[in-house]
Every structure is written in structure tokens, then in C-alpha cells.
């Protein structure tokens, strides 16, 4: 590949909620690539709900995809950070019904995929709002799918309220859809749930990584349980049981992880103790070889850290 840095990620921020709850502030804001580095974004005011991309994913308790052009919001975040975006993404967390932080993605050129799949009027998922890149013949095909609780991937999110990584889709039992003639590679699908409600998700994010421009360089999905005699008022007593990894570049597949790595354990301890997602720099943290930064985003069920989303750079 002629860009040693292809991912289709360019941009991450991290939004967390001020002490009193009211608003959320910029944590941390990285650019993605060669230079990775953190993005200088001096002076960003916090945003309440329905403020900005951040604010607006926050209100509506749901991923929101911005993607208009021109845009002056779109614009505006390109000028701000550097490099041209194409989209963004953004993905609110929470708690219950408490708001843990909002991560920010900017997309730049490449292939992939993202969407937002809401309950419809006859109680099954359909596609709200999508990015498509390089996937025309999948987009035709998915804005007629719908999935009842269960069914595929955004289905068994729903259901489970955990999140699903699939390696190769069109290969797995739980993918339905075809890809057709669509110049983009799908190497993985992976299912998120957004704001539980009433048993179930109240939507589920899917995204789908191309195998030239990968949403990042690996992509680990971690399984995580508490301890259940632990009073939800204290910090749980968090532990990493099975580890999912994709690597963008080796594909190294599934592998149980009896003992977490020094720096699973540290964003872990992190995790449980913010509750919030966050990035963390290799000169902190003994990431994985060649690694420059790691996102994380937990998962919840309850008031328990359930699972656990990795994005190395």
C-alpha cells in the first residue's frame, strides 16, 4: 500500500461529562497517521445537549453520522483538526441513563461502513442513517433489510445488549447481507449497543472495516465481568476473561486471555474507575508493538462494565 497509514479513522475525540452533569468537555482529541499526535484544539467550549456532533449524539441518546456536503459543521471540525474529514461519527456511552462521554470519529478518503440501526413500528431494527464507502450494491440491499430481535448481527446486539465482532461477515452464520460486486473488502463486522432500554438496546451501531482501509491498525473486542457481591455503589471488581482480536495488517484471529496484558489491565483499572471512555498514549501506557495510541469505550449493563472496545493506532 502506497499510504502506510490507510485507516479510514483520521480524527478521535473524547467528550466526558462535567462534574455537575450539565455539559460535556473535550477530554482529549488525537490526529491519526503519521504524525499521530494530539490535536491542538485550544479553548473548545464544553457543549450541552443538541451542541455539535458530540452534543447532538448526547440528545438523541443514539450514534449520530454527519456526512452532508458541504458542511459547515464538517468543515468547520477539517479546518480544526488538520485533514480533510469526510464524515463523522459519533458514539454516546452510557451508564444506565447517565451519560458517561461521547467519542467522536472523523473519516477521511477510503471504504467502509457505518450504521444506525433503530426499533421500527413493527418492533424489528431497520438502517436510520448510514455511511457507505465503496459499498453501493450493500447500501441498496440495506435499506430494505429489517432484522427482528435475534436475527443478525444488529439483531443479537439488540437482544444481548453486548457488543458482536464477526471476522470475514460474508462468511459468518450471522450476516445475512451480500456484498455483491461492491469494491470495498469487509473484514469485519462489528456490532455495538447504544443506551439500554427496557431490556434491550435502544439502537445498535454497526460498523464494517475494509481490508485495505481498516478502521484501525487492530480492533479488540473485550469480555469483561464483575463481581456480582459487589455493592453497585463502590467500584466493581472488573476482570478481562476472553479477548477478540482483529489485526488490520495480520489477522490474527481469536485468542482466550487468561491474564490481561500490563496495559489491558492499566486501561481496564482506568475503565472501572471513570467509567468514561478514553485514549491512551504509548509514552503512558506499554501499548502493543508499533502502537502509538489505544481508544477505549466500555460497555455496560446495570451499573457493571460488561464489555470493552479497543481501537489501536
Known sequence: MSDPFPWLIRYVEVWVPTEDGSHLTLQSSRLVGEEAADADAPGVPDVRPGE???G???????ATILQEDPSRVLDGLSDACGTTLKAVLAIPVFRRHEIRGVVVLGCGDGLGAAEVWSRDDRDELAVSVGL???LPSFE???RYT?????AGIPGKVWTMEQPQLARDPEQSGTFIRSFGNDPAQISAAIGLPVNHAHGFAGSVLLLLSDAQTPLARDIELWECRSDPATDEHH??????VSTTSLNAEHNTGTADAAAPEAWQQQIL??????????MFKAENLALPDRAAF???IPFFRGESLTAVLTLLY
Open 132 to 134: 457507505y464507502a465503496g
Open 56 to 62: 447532538r449524539a448526547w440528545q438523541q441518546k443514539s
Open 140 to 142: 441498496f440491499i440495506s
Open 146 to 150: 429489517k432484522f427482528p430481535k435475534g
Open 235 to 240: 467500584l466493581p471488581v472488573t476482570e478481562l
Open 52 to 54: 455539535g456532533v458530540a
Open 294 to 296: 489505544s481508544l477505549a
Open 269 to 278: 483499572k482506568q475503565l472501572t474507575a471513570t467509567n468514561s471512555p478514553a
